[in-house]
């Protein structure tokens, strides 16, 4: 069944562009002509994705939504506009807008959002078909029989059960939402919503809001009240991922609603009595943070009660064989594609491998494996490529020891109070990994945009700032 798209939009050629470019992407696309039209529409019919045009006469795209949300209807919203303004911005991301576009937009990038809002929205409608079942989630997916997993498989049956809060760490692709979902799905409050945020995701000016909502009437464009993740959250659990990357004037908010249990709206005077019990995750030491007063030492202690740490996969190079299995017969299922083995000095190149992607970085290489090769038995030219791809392509410095080598050149080059090395190595990182894949697609912006999962004007901004030279 294909993908329904309602478009809608006051200029007839905007509207007739995108119907045929999407419809030639495998689209099912139907238009309107206003935002009233847009509601009426959306209203008898359902829709994968809805693109509104914000400057529409008689009733915009903000009012819109607005209507659409009022009468239950909680298809992704895309607004198109050819005002790219920071309140254009922030007013359409407060709203639960999946995104917005600029005009003039480019038809591949829109086809590209398309694709990601469906793909988004029909991953939250299969978790909310399951939030009134009671889940017992089994510690399946957490895979590994190493001493160290073993005592996280501990740490999860003592405090799942226990309403006490958790401080999951680890590196990226260590596996800190599975263990978010094991101790959440078996716990008293399954049968409640477990809501997810990624702090690093969502821009600074929009935190305040996601977590603890607003008020109708608190900045423009808000036309109705709009719950928080802590309400969203309640007699449920909150995860908040990448708690490290959270501002500190938000630090001492989040600390009081946690202690008092309650939280004040944006643009709201009377507090609202809130219970979730929070899971917070990082990659960062935050005890080195608290150090280095870039995060507040009370909600370190309020958060760190129970601490379960997730070890890198380079450190437990025992369980590689067992996720090898785990995966090579979960992706098979999944993909509907005949079992693949592989073979022997395929095994051993992957038991071999640092990982620094962890376990996201082998799964995404089965994934790859399972997909591109021909054979029924995975070779070690072909798992020697795939790990390659996954390294992009094998020229980006992202090991620890490149890492490491590359700060102490810092050091013994930069000014000697180092208080810009973080920008620097990151900077420098970052040139290089755009300089590369501009290299490998020579020079194709779309490409090189998909590729690094973000817009071609954002890339065209990093090329600006990090003044990389275009061949």
């Known amino acids: 069944m294909k993908n329904r798209i309602l478009i809608a939009d006051d200029e007839e050629d905007i509207r007739w562009i995108l ?50 949300r009022k009468r239950k209807i909680d298809s992704p919203i895309i607004f198109i506009t050819a005002q790219n303004t920071v309140s254009n911005a922030i007013d359409s991301m407060q709203l639960g807008a999946y995104d917005y576009l600029t005009k003039p937009f480019d038809l591949e990038e829109v086809k590209l959002f398309a694709e990601r809002a469906i793909k988004n929205y029909n991953s939250e409608k299969k978790i909310k078909s399951s939030e ?9 997916e957490i895979v590994g029989s190493s001493s160290d997993m073993l005592n996280v498989y501990k740490l999860i049956g003592r405090t799942a059960s226990k309403d006490i809060t958790v401080l999951i760490t680890g590196e990226s692709g260590t596996g800190k939402e599975l263990i978010t979902r094991a101790i959440h799905y078996n716990s008293p409050r399954r049968k409640k919503r477990l809501v997810s945020v990624n702090i690093s995701a969502i821009p600074k000016e929009l935190m305040e809001s996601e977590l603890f909502g607003y008020e109708k009437g608190a900045f423009t464009g808000a036309a109705a009240l709009k719950k928080g993740r802590f309400e969203e959250a309640d007699e449920g659990t909150l995860h908040m991922d990448e708690i490290g990357e959270l501002s500190t004037d938000l630090q001492s908010k989040l600390l009081r609603a946690i202690e008092e249990k309650q939280i004040y709206r944006l643009g709201g005077e009377k507090p609202v009595s809130v219970n979730p019990r929070i899971i917070a995750s990082t990659n960062k030491n935050l005890r080195k943070a608290v150090m280095e007063g870039c995060f507040r030492e009370d909600l370190f202690y309020r958060l760190n009660v129970i601490s379960i740490n997730l070890p890198p996969l380079r450190e437990r190079k025992e369980d590689i ?93 930069s000014d000697p109070s180092l208080q810009n090395i973080h920008e620097q190595v990151i900077g420098k990182v970052e040139k290089q990994l755009i300089k590369t894949i501009l290299e490998k697609t020579d020079g194709n912006m779309k490409q090189a945009a998909a590729i690094l999962g973000i817009n071609r004007n954002t890339l065209s901004k990093k090329i600006n700032d990090l003044k990389i030279e275009k061949n």
Request: some cysteine.
């Open 321 to 413: 064989s067992e996720l090898l299995k785990h995966f090579l017969k979960k992706y098979s299922s999944e993909f509907g594609i005949e079992k693949k083995v592989l073979s022997s000095e395929a095994e051993q190149l992957l038991t071999k491998h640092n990982w620094p992607g962890n376990v996201r970085e082998l799964e995404n290489t089965i994934k790859r494996l399972l997909i591109l090769s021909p054979n029924s038995i995975i070779s070690s030219k072909e798992t020697e490529e795939a790990i390659d791809s996954q390294n992009s392509y094998g020229e980006v410095q992202t090991t620890e020891k490149k890492t490491e080598e590359l700060v102490q050149i810092m050091v013994e080059n």
């Open 132 to 140: 009134s079942i009671e889940e017992d989630i089994s510690l399946e």
């Open 19 to 68: 119907k045929t470019s999407l419809e030639k992407s495998g689209f099912e696309v139907e238009c309107a002509e206003n935002g009233e039209d847009a509601v009426v529409k959306a209203s008898e019919e359902i829709y994968s994705l809805i693109l509104l045009d914000i400057n529409m006469p008689d009733m915009n795209g903000f009012e819109a939504l607005t209507q659409l």
